[in-house]
């Protein structure tokens, strides 16, 4: 608290904010929700709806110091908007002397250095490269299917593997736009994304961003990670598996099939609905689009948003049908093309954090930003193809440590990232992607034989 008869901002002490945070979390309708970035205190509760990265993700830091992970997933334009909910001060924050401060500190340290060496400006050439390049996949995809595919069915399925994998291509592109990688300006920075997500990629930038942020701000979270939330489909850890087997969804007839007959055989099916991945996404994106306004709340990009995903669907069907001499090739260059991307998206997604640690709540409040981002995720060592084909994200620690960095400078501070996490004893997971598979499936199969004892309970 501020002195008596001071002028100065209010002091807020750490109980009181625990105090209000604990009036949120009981559902009081009149409690405020504040957050802490550098000792300074913002209420955001009529802010929340408005946030431009989506509410999901700005709720994930409700009651906590937002310190690191506010630096790290915002342009220099949010410090202006920030000022408007400041309310005052905290009290400082007694520091423990633990390994996860100590890395947490030098790693803001390296950052500092990070920047003013130039390391977060993006190469305008490898960007125009990745543009072009990406850009000369998808031209030559539709090449062979316009000019073959009324005569030759296997021209059909070339080419719809070479769309497929553009679009696994240009989710990377429309990825490093999301995160701010390319360009700083929101507004010039939200053309390229609506027009690399939307229309091109057929993936909503306001749904995209809305999971992806919070994942970004809640990795591995149970109960606020999005990409873990993947019941009734998959069950990642043993907390996830005790909440559905032990909530509503496992009682209604159908969530009881699914308790008995498929989740307790998760690892026999999960490389199969790795093909519906793309056609999943595509379907949950377009119905948030035209169910939600985009995140800034601008009705202009709303509307570009809604117009882009129709054309791209409209094209894409024109094509599909148009430039295939049967039926039958046309769903083949439909299923190909989908199950391509969906394929080479999920499997790089899955190797990225699944089968690392899962952290409760609880766990994650006690524990550092930087650390979280290095104990649940996997960095995948390959070559320069390699590189290529997983847009950089084999790279995933150093990506979640610095979401802001260009992808072509994470290869070059990964040696240092290493260093520290050895340094202060944080467990840095670096293997191969047959490596990495392999510790996704086994995670399933952890899980699953969890589901086999919770649905024998069923009986």
């Known amino acids: 608290m ?163 994998f553009f679009w696994q291509q240009c989710g990377w592109l429309a990825h490093d736009f999301g995160h701010y990688q390319v360009i700083k300006n929101p507004k010039i920075n939200n053309f390229f994304l609506v027009t690399l997500g939307n229309l091109v990629q057929g993936f909503s930038l306001s749904w995209w961003k809305n999971k992806h942020n919070t994942h970004h701000a809640s990795t591995n979270i149970t109960g606020e990670d999005p990409d873990i939330n993947t019941a009734p489909i998959l069950l990642w850890d043993e907390v996830a598996t005790a909440n559905f087997y032990g909530g509503p969804k496992s009682k209604s007839t159908a969530g009881r099939f699914i308790a008995e007959h498929i989740l307790p055989y998760q690892t026999r099916y999960y490389f199969f609905i790795l093909a519906l991945a793309r056609l999943s996404w595509a379907i949950k994106s377009v119905t948030y689009s035209f169910e939600n306004d985009t995140l800034n709340k601008s009705k202009w990009l709303s509307y570009c948003e809604r117009v882009f995903l129709v054309i791209h669907w409209l094209f894409f069907t024109y094509v599909t049908i148009a430039w295939t001499k049967s039926w039958t090739d046309a769903a083949m260059f439909f299923v190909i093309s989908q199950a391509t991307t969906g394929y080479l998206l999920a499997i790089v997604f899955a190797m990225n954090h699944n089968g690392m640690p ?102």
């Open 2 to 164: 501020s002195k008596a008869g001071s002028s100065g901002p209010h002091i807020y002490t750490r109980d009181e904010l625990a105090s209000i945070h604990q009036d949120v979390q009981d559902g009081k309708e009149d409690a405020r929700k504040l957050i802490v970035i550098d000792n300074k205190v913002y209420d955001i509760t009529d802010f929340v709806v408005d946030h431009p990265g989506g509410e999901s993700v700005i709720l994930t830091q409700e009651g906590r110091d937002a310190s690191d992970v506010f630096h790290e997933m915002h342009p220099p334009s949010a410090y202006e908007t920030l000022a408007d909910f400041y309310i005052g001060d905290c009290e400082a924050k007694n520091i423990n002397n633990t390994n996860g401060t100590a890395f947490a500190e030098e790693i803001r340290q390296f950052r500092d250095q990070l920047e003013k060496d130039g390391m977060f400006e993006a190469s305008t050439l490898f960007y125009v490269y990745k543009v072009l390049s990406t850009l000369a996949i998808c031209g030559a995809g539709l090449a062979i299917l316009k000019y073959f595919g009324k005569t030759s069915s296997a021209a059909v399925w070339i080419s719809a593997f070479i769309v497929g």
């Open 358 to 459: 899962v952290l409760t709540p609880e766990q994650a409040s006690k524990t550092e930003f930087y650390e979280l981002q290095v104990i649940t995720g996997r960095d995948v060592t390959s070559n320069a193809f390699g590189d290529f084909v997983m847009g950089g994200l084999n790279y995933q620690i150093e990506h979640h440590v610095f979401p802001e960095m260009p992808r072509h400078n994470l290869p070059i501070i990964k040696p240092r990232i290493k260093q520290l996490a050895q340094k202060y004893n944080i467990h840095y997971h670096d293997t191969s992607v047959i490596g990495g598979t392999l510790e996704v499936v086994k995670t399933l199969d952890i899980t699953q034989k969890i589901a086999k004892k919770f649905s024998l309970k069923l009986h």
